[in-house]
């Protein structure tokens, strides 16, 4: 993957606007989890979520793709390129906490 800049990114409210603030996401074993939406955006042609989990008092975010079904439907996904995650998430790091030279 290219080097990504904020530059790129274009914020998103399409899971917001079909599912509300929240979303219920069940697991391989399906245990269920609720996910506040924290943010959406769009880099290129792809879609990312960034959610928190509502019942953790960590700051730790998960980050997923956003995709549409065959059937027209949202579908988070989990971001399986090892590269594309890492530059996911700095990128979404940087939109979030601004380097000290950018303020």
Same mark, same amino acid.
């Given at each position: 993957m ?5 530059? =790129? ?19 391989e ?5 609720? /996910? $506040? ?8 042609? =792809?879609? /990312?979520?960034?959610l928190?989990?509502? $019942?953790?008092?960590?700051?730790? /975010? ?23 995650w ?5 990128? /979404? ?5 601004? =380097?000290?030279? $950018?303020?």
């Open positions: 290219t080097e990504l800049s904020s530059d =790129q990114v274009e914020w998103s409210n399409r899971l917001k606007e079909a599912f509300g603030p929240t979303v219920e996401l069940e697991d074993e399906g245990t269920t989890s609720v /996910y $506040d939406l924290t943010a959406e955006f769009v880099v290129g042609d =792809q879609s /990312y979520a960034v928190l989990r509502v $019942d953790d008092d960590s700051d730790e /975010y998960d980050i997923l793709k956003i995709i549409t079904s065959a059937e027209g439907k949202l579908e988070l996904v989990t971001i399986d390129d090892d590269e594309e890492e530059n996911i998430a700095e990128l /979404y790091d940087e939109l979030t906490f601004p =380097q000290e030279n $950018d303020i």
